[in-house]
């Protein structure tokens, strides 16, 4: 049986990648995440292209060479890398995974958001046109 792969765009925060993976895990199916990560991941993809395609190479290969299927874009409580409101922060992934729908990728795009209580929701899904 071949294993199969979700892909994460999360924080590089430490606090975040075990409920982030194991939620991952239980909504897809997924034998395993690949992890891509920055600080920051929702402002970094909400706003500065060229970290976006830099983030775009790595998500191919999680696409092309593990047949990834799910992506999910994590934003997240308490975030040194991006200091802001949980407001801004759910703006800032709607604005990301906008611009991630125009790279035609054909997989399932999920927003998280994980709360203080290191909780992970889903703020919306969009599933490839």
């Known amino acids: 049986m071949a294993l199969t792969f979700a892909t994460v765009i999360n924080c590089m925060d430490g606090r975040v990648q075990d409920p982030v993976n194991e939620w991952m895990k ?48 994590v934003a997240h409580h308490d975030c040194a890398g991006n200091p802001v409101t949980k407001d801004v922060h759910l703006a800032q992934l709607k604005r990301a995974a906008k611009i991630v729908t125009t790279w035609n990728l054909g997989m399932r795009i999920m927003m998280l958001w994980v709360d203080e209580n290191w909780s992970v929701e889903l703020v919306e899904s969009i599933n490839p046109a």
Do not use: C, F, N, Y
């Open 26 to 73: 239980k909504a897809t199916g997924a034998d395993h995440i690949d992890v891509i990560t920055e600080a920051g991941p929702d402002r970094i993809m909400a706003s500065t292209a060229t970290a976006s395609r830099l983030i775009l190479q790595r998500i191919l290969i999680s696409r092309d060479k593990h047949h990834s299927k799910e992506l999910a874009i």
